[in-house]
């Protein structure tokens, strides 16, 4: 009788020492792939959250890209503008360098072949005559000259 109470307790004392690593073993389990699920999750997550902000950059750099080129081709505009501009005025200047040069040439021949232009041709013109030329536009460029309602 001993011994069938003695198997009988140990059956008992191991069938709960075994019955509680298992429930233990479950519950360690369950809190494993209970931890995992939530690592993936988390993990999920922060992807989703990196795929939002790529997609918001992206775009924001589309629109910052669309604002330059625009500024761009409106400063590519300008520039070509200033550049006919420019090469409207270095076109005069040249023009006029041109006529400048031939005046001197033609001064400096008519105060070599004139005697009497030699006498007076480094004189000043008398106060008012230099003004009233200007103001009437002798000796101008023709297109410049206005017509003065006086």
Same mark, same amino acid.
């Given at each position: 009788?001993?011994?069938?109470?003695?198997?009988?307790?140990?059956?008992?004392?191991?069938?709960?020492?075994?019955?509680?690593?298992?429930?233990?073993?479950?519950?360690?389990?369950?809190?494993?792939?209970?931890?995992?699920?939530?690592?993936?999750?988390?993990?999920?997550?922060?992807?989703?959250?990196?795929?939002?902000?790529?997609?918001?950059?992206?775009?924001?750099?589309?629109?910052?890209?669309? %604002?330059?080129?625009?500024?761009?081709?409106?400063?590519?505009?300008?520039?070509?503008?200033?550049?006919?501009?420019?090469?409207?005025?270095?076109?005069?200047?040249?023009?006029?360098?041109?006529?400048?040069?031939?005046?001197?040439?033609?001064?400096?021949?008519?105060?070599?072949? %004139?005697?009497?232009?030699?006498?007076?041709?480094?004189?000043?013109?008398?106060?008012?005559?230099?003004?009233?030329?200007?103001?009437?536009?002798?000796?101008?460029?023709?297109?410049?000259?206005? %017509? %003065?309602?006086?």
């Amino acid at each position: 009788m001993m011994g069938a109470v003695l198997k009988w307790a140990l059956k008992t004392v191991a069938g709960r020492w075994v019955t509680g690593l298992l429930i233990a073993s479950l519950l360690s389990g369950a809190a494993y792939m209970w931890y995992n699920f939530k690592k993936n999750l988390v993990e999920q997550g922060t992807q989703i959250c990196v795929q939002e902000i790529n997609q918001e950059t992206m775009e924001h750099l589309a629109r910052a890209l669309a %604002d330059e080129k625009s500024a761009r081709a409106e400063l590519t505009a300008k520039l070509t503008a200033a550049a006919v501009v420019n090469q409207t005025a270095r076109d005069r200047h040249q023009r006029l360098q041109q006529q400048l040069t031939a005046l001197e040439v033609a001064m400096a021949e008519q105060a070599r072949t %004139d005697n009497e232009y030699k006498e007076w041709g480094d004189t000043p013109l008398p106060s008012g005559v230099a003004d009233r030329l200007r103001q009437s536009g002798a000796g101008s460029d023709p297109s410049t000259v206005r %017509d %003065d309602p006086d």
